[in-house]
């Protein structure tokens, strides 16, 4: 048994126990917290550093022989989201430390944030449908705790509609997964690759597969299912909507691309254009929402819908070029897209408030911050030398060279339109003086900062700012990883005969 | 038996959906309940039904017999009932608490109070 592929989901588990055993001090929580995450990311560089040049490993759980038992695979592309998982884990439980209060704390955040990460990397690691609905649900009542701790009356409306729309997700999610079963009588990933491979009986596998389609792209926040994610976003603190916007949309992003390029690819002809389509359509109606709203959190919330529509084209266009593009992207965005909502959070605490009409003032009054919010913000707009830029740049190319001359067309002017709603925040919050009468939200009871957690709050940002140039510094060796990845994608034998120990 | 499971789950589908377009959330709920359980019952006719043909190897024999009940939904849907079991019951206590802080059971007005 590879104990390597189960630490990721093991470290979180032993965590979240450690810091729920711990709930008495919260000092002792945020020790356990911290060192826990850490291991989990080291756990997860040791696997990646493992698979690095494109090895597979499956370990059967309990020893059932696939695809009896329930089998964990870790490809590239699995190894690549489990590190994710834990950068974003890791700086969230720093940043957790000073921004989030102590009743929060008390009522079990901690446990919640890491039985939510384990919940995403074993979904990142199971090579089982049935499996993935699991860790979906695992993942998801954790969510749904964090979203309503605290209380806060715009926090249970929001939660309201984010549990219903994900219930439903969940039960069209389980039904697909019983029909797939029904058909093929097998719900192993490889299994599955292999037997569609053999005989693809395309009237009965597409039901479930448009099933898949709806329930991941609910998840994903894809257009026309996106309107839970801005309504239900913006109301946890912003340490957790970091969290979530680094996570959860992208385990959606994660399962379309692993179904879609693993198992249903019998009928491209039909999906290609389809995700095209719906990956222009999601671009451009979050840029649009973007531009309309007047408040931070309310309009990074737009920009995650936004930004899902670049890593579907990835899969739309589906060149080898085009999903290592799509998957470096998706890696891009989740760490630009939390460093910003990591600002948020500091200029909330800073003002009581993330309303831009009202805010001002910020870039003489903490330089740092401001500069840090530009480089993300530069960085998720696409400009060079920021990971965003080769995200995108690799993602126009793969659609130049497969000829997809109009998603390439909308997926430039919504990288110019996300530039300027990014001016927008950085005009209104930092750049222009702060207004005159300085109203702070009755709410947060001290906007006032001790200059500890003052760096508590500065050096998450820092991490993440600094990943998201480092990626863009070492875009080639990277972009080799994600291409390697995409390749096992595209050929999933080498997988299959991992997974089954043959090729049956 | 099948066409007849189908007609179930399609008119709890049915309910299910009607019940959760209403803006009430009790209803809601009770949407979503019925819509699990007709997912439940999807799942189980799909995997495909025998009488009286449990999945037991013969005394003489190495390997099933073709007619046999496939277990595996049924673990399946087992799975699904408990984990949903757990999510309701988290949702009912939701439902609860948003309408004791918001003091209302209409989605839209509690909409309206969030701004």
Redesign the interface.
Known sequence: MNLLIVLPVLLPLLTGVGTLLLRSSTRIQHVVSITGSAGFLASAILLLVRLRDGGILAVQLGNWPAPFGITFVADLFSALMVLLTAVIGFTVALYSIAAIDLPRIRYGYHPLLHFLLMGVSGAFLTGDM?NL??WF?VM??AS??LL?LG?E??Q??????Y??VN??A??LF??G???L???T?TLNFADLAFKLAQNPEPALVNTSAILFLVAFGIKAAVFPFFFWLP?SYH?PPAAVTALFSGLLTKVGVYALMRTFSMIFIHDMDFTGPLFLVLAGLTMVIGVFGAVAQGEMKRLLSFHIVSQIGYALMGLGIFTQLALSGAIYFTLHVAIAKAALFFVVGYVARRRGHTNLARLGGLLRESPLVAVLFLLAALSLAGLPPFSGFFAKFTLIKAGLEASQYAIVAVALLVSMMTLFSMTKIWNEAFWKDAPERMDTDARVPAPYLQAGDKWLYILPIILLVGITIVMGLAAEPILQMTGRAAEQLLDPAPYIRQVLGRMP | MHVLLAILSGILFAAGVWLILRRSLARLVLGLILLSQAANLVIFTSGGLHRAAPPIVGENATALEAPYADPLPQALILTAIVISFGLFAFFLVLIKRAHQETGTDDIDAMSEVET
Not at chain 1, 156 to 161: D, I, L, N, R, T
């Open positions: 049935f609905y699991v649900e998801l009542i749904f705790v309503v209380g009356k715009a249970f409306a929001g939660a309201v509609k549990v219903t219930l439903l969940s039960m389980l039904i997964a019983g029909v079963y029904g058909k009588g309504d109301v």
